[in-house]
């Protein structure tokens, strides 16, 4: 059975009203050897990370953790050029996302978001009893604007670099929703780094804006579940108290601030190196006929026909990437995983016979390509 058909047959008497429709959440990740699907840092752990870890004393666990993760919060404090009263963390970013949407909406209120965007945004605003909109992005895969402020939400989700194409939203463009809209704008910066651009500066302009990032992608800590957000101190504070206290492990801040402090260096020479490599990654999928979105992420998204299908046929060879069934403007996409130029290239093995097996039309269009 699977979390879907417990969710759906276990309904008990006692549920919430809101909860009827919440799916357990299900990305169809089941083990395979090369998973490209969930854009995590395929170099491993940064190297002082890695040495905390594993010096760790026992005090440390039966010990409770600190309680707003406070050394944690200098230490980005310093990295980030803010204060730590700008600062509130949590077990990943999205647990932070949950706890802006509880602080800020009241039940019933609505949260509004481009389509496609990040898949658990809908999932949070259910959890928190909100109304969802979702506004098809335009055919240039940047937001529409007037659509999403003609919503009225209480809270505007921009995920920039967007997850799942790769899109940035420009600064001005985020400048013009933090001036519109009149509730809480978030945004998820969990790319940020691959992109080189940050909205972390609208925070000083806007006291409604709050910036939500993770070190669960360019810092290779996702199993230890670290997220933080920043904003002004008003608005992190209620984020803060929605969260509640001791929500970060004692051993994710150790880690967390020992990699902010020394492992600096190792994390933007591997955010340069997938840049570099996602890039490669767009040529070679350009050269097999395909159209891959730009990208500012640690991923790449092209529009491939049959995505479910080819995702499976390239799943039976090994390799998982994520399929995105019929997304506005795009129709069929898959996401691909940046990593490792060797992992990429066992990919874009996989890619060609899936591509061979499901859509042998293309591939003939590419073998045609490639001899002329
Ligand atoms: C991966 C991801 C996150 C979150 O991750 P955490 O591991 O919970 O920090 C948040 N937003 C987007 C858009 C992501 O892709």
């Not at 800020?104 to 509004?112: L, S």
């Amino acid at each position: 059975m699977s979390p879907h058909d417990v969710a759906r047959t276990a309904r008990l008497a006692v549920a919430r009203a809101v909860y009827a429709d919440v799916p357990l959440y299900d990305p169809k990740r089941a083990p395979v050897e090369l998973d490209l699907t969930d854009n995590t840092n395929l170099w491993g752990v940064p190297p002082t990370a890695e040495r905390v870890l594993r010096e760790v004393a026992p005090s440390v666990i039966t010990r409770y953790p600190s309680l707003y993760a406070a050394d944690l919060k200098q230490a980005l404090a310093e990295w980030l050029g803010v204060s730590p009263d700008m600062l509130v963390t949590g077990a990943g970013s999205d647990d932070v996302l949950d706890s802006a949407m509880r602080a800020f909406g009241d039940p019933g209120d609505r949260v509004a978001a481009s389509i496609p965007t990040f898949a658990m945004v809908p999932i949070f605003a259910q959890m928190n009893g909100l109304a969802y909109t979702g506004v098809p992005e335009t055919a240039d895969h940047t937001l529409d604007v007037e659509a999403l402020l003609a919503t009225q939400p209480k809270i505007l989700y921009v995920c920039t670099p967007n997850n799942p194409t790769g899109c940035v939203t420009p600064l001005a463009t985020l400048r013009a929703l933090a001036t519109r809209h009149t509730g809480v704008l978030m945004i998820d910066e969990a790319y940020a780094e691959f992109a080189g651009v940050s909205a972390v500066q609208l925070v000083r302009e806007f006291d409604r804006v709050l910036v939500v990032r993770t070190m669960s992608k360019a810092f290779g800590l996702a199993g230890l579940r670290i997220g933080y957000a920043i904003g002004q101190p008003a608005l992190v504070t209620e984020v803060e108290k929605s969260r509640g206290p001791y929500k970060l492990t004692s051993l994710a801040e150790r880690v967390a601030v020992a990699a902010v402090r020394d492992d600096m260096a190792w994390v933007q020479e591997h955010v340069a190196l997938a840049v570099s490599l996602r890039e490669q990654l767009a040529e070679a999928l350009r050269a097999r006929g395909f159209a891959p979105l730009p990208s500012g992420a640690n991923f790449v998204c092209a529009a491939v026909p049959e995505c479910v299908a080819v995702g499976q046929a390239m799943r039976a060879r090994g390799v998982a990437v994520r399929p995105f069934p019929a997304l506005p403007h795009i129709g069929d996409a898959l996401r691909f995983s940046v990593g490792p130029w060797p992992l990429l290239e066992r990919c874009l093995a996989a890619f060609d016979a899936a591509v061979a097996e499901v859509l042998p039309d293309r591939a003939a269009v590419v073998n045609a390509g490639a001899s002329a």
